[in-house]
């Protein structure tokens, strides 16, 4: 049997909080300091969203959504214009 190698990296992760405007749900932008990807969890309202990371100078890595209840998926069409 090999022996099973563990390694930790710990980096700081930041999140970001956005409250829609739709029903008052919630967005966050997720991002690791020093890296210039950011994965977002449920997207409702694009423009503070797109200000958020472009302050960050960076790039949406990936999108996750935890259901598709219209408050949590209705900017997803502008974010990919």
Same mark, same amino acid.
């Given at each position: 049997?090999?022996?099973?190698?563990?390694?930790?990296?710990?980096?700081?992760?930041?999140?970001?909080?956005?409250?829609?405007?739709?029903? =008052?749900?919630? /967005?966050?932008? &997720?991002?690791?300091?020093?890296? +210039?990807?950011?994965?977002? #969890?449920?997207?409702?309202?694009?423009?503070?969203?797109?200000?958020?990371?472009?302050?960050?100078?960076? =790039?949406?890595? /990936?999108?996750? &959504?935890?259901?598709?209840?219209? +408050?949590?998926?209705?900017? #997803?069409?502008?974010?990919?214009?």
């Amino acid at each position: 049997m090999l022996p099973l190698r563990l390694s930790t990296v710990i980096t700081e992760m930041n999140i970001h909080q956005i409250v829609n405007s739709v029903f =008052t749900s919630n /967005a966050y932008i &997720l991002s690791v300091e020093g890296k +210039d990807r950011h994965v977002l #969890i449920d997207i409702g309202d694009i423009a503070p969203i797109k200000q958020c990371v472009q302050e960050k100078c960076g =790039t949406v890595q /990936a999108l996750f &959504l935890t259901h598709t209840h219209y +408050d949590h998926i209705y900017g #997803i069409k502008d974010l990919l214009r």
